[in-house]
């Protein structure tokens, strides 16, 4: 059974660096699409972007300035960082296996706030 | 990019009774690349139908997808209490990948 489990820093200050981790148990994380998702308090889901294991990215052209996606193999994890928070970043952000996810993390919550 | 219109807002039914929700693009959706997931309240979403009409692994029968082009429809035939949630399409056909902002069935 693959399991999915975001962590990272519940606050974020406004315009740094916000980074977080979604390690995967249960298989390898090579060969699968690896997409990251959010959903701000009592809205609906937006889509960040996913990576592939060979490296290729997809992003969400209004995040795309400020986002990276990226593998850990030797770790079995997926990154986001996102760059220049605001508030408008505040959200609970998943992670998910495929480009049309199967299987989710159980989400993480993220404030921008000072 | 397109837009994904899901109607009604909130559809208030009671159990037994049979639920059709909405997903309308604002252009058409390649491949017919849409899925639809369910999400309650506090938890990830669940994928319950991908490429339209797939269901996945472990979804009751009573949970089916069609549609083509620019209009996709979610039935559940018959409502059990635990189908009362917030459900989302999603297309995929084309980047960015967009949901609709979701229709709340709620027991009535």
């Known amino acids: 059974q693959v399991q999915l489990q975001e962590s990272g820093p519940g606050l974020v200050k406004p315009s740094e660096t916000l980074s977080l981790t979604c390690t995967v148990s249960?298989?390898?994380?090579?060969?699968?699409?690896w997409t990251w998702i959010r959903q701000p308090p009592g809205k609906g889901l937006e889509w960040i972007g996913y990576?592939?294991?060979?490296?290729?990215?997809n992003y969400n052209p209004s995040l795309q300035s400020r986002v990276t996606i990226s593998l850990d193999t030797s770790k079995n994890q997926i990154s986001l960082k996102l760059s220049s928070v605001t508030a408008a970043d505040t959200a609970v952000y998943y992670c998910?296996?495929?480009?049309?996810?199967?299987?989710w993390g159980q989400g993480t919550p993220v404030t921008v706030s000072s | 990019e397109i837009v994904l219109t899901q109607s009604p807002g909130t559809l208030s039914l009671s159990p037994g009774e049979r639920a059709t929700l909405s997903c309308r693009a604002s252009?058409?959706?390649?491949?017919?690349?849409l899925a639809w997931y369910q999400q309650k309240p506090g938890q990830a979403p669940r994928r319950l139908i991908y490429?339209?009409?797939s269901s996945d692994t472990g979804i009751p029968d009573r949970f089916s997808g069609s549609g083509s082009g620019t209009d996709f429809t979610l039935t559940i035939s018959r409502l059990e209490p635990e189908d009362f949630a917030v459900y989302y399409c999603?297309?995929?056909?084309?980047?960015?990948?967009?949901f609709g902002r979701g229709t709340k069935l709620e027991i009535k």
């Open positions: 998910a296996r495929s480009r049309v996810p199967d299987y």
């Open positions: 249960g298989d390898s994380i090579s060969g699968y699409y």
């Open positions: 990576t592939l294991y060979s490296g290729g990215t």
């Open positions: 252009q058409s959706v390649s491949n017919n690349h």
């Open positions: 490429g339209a009409s």
């Open positions: 999603q297309q995929y056909g084309s980047s960015p990948y967009t």
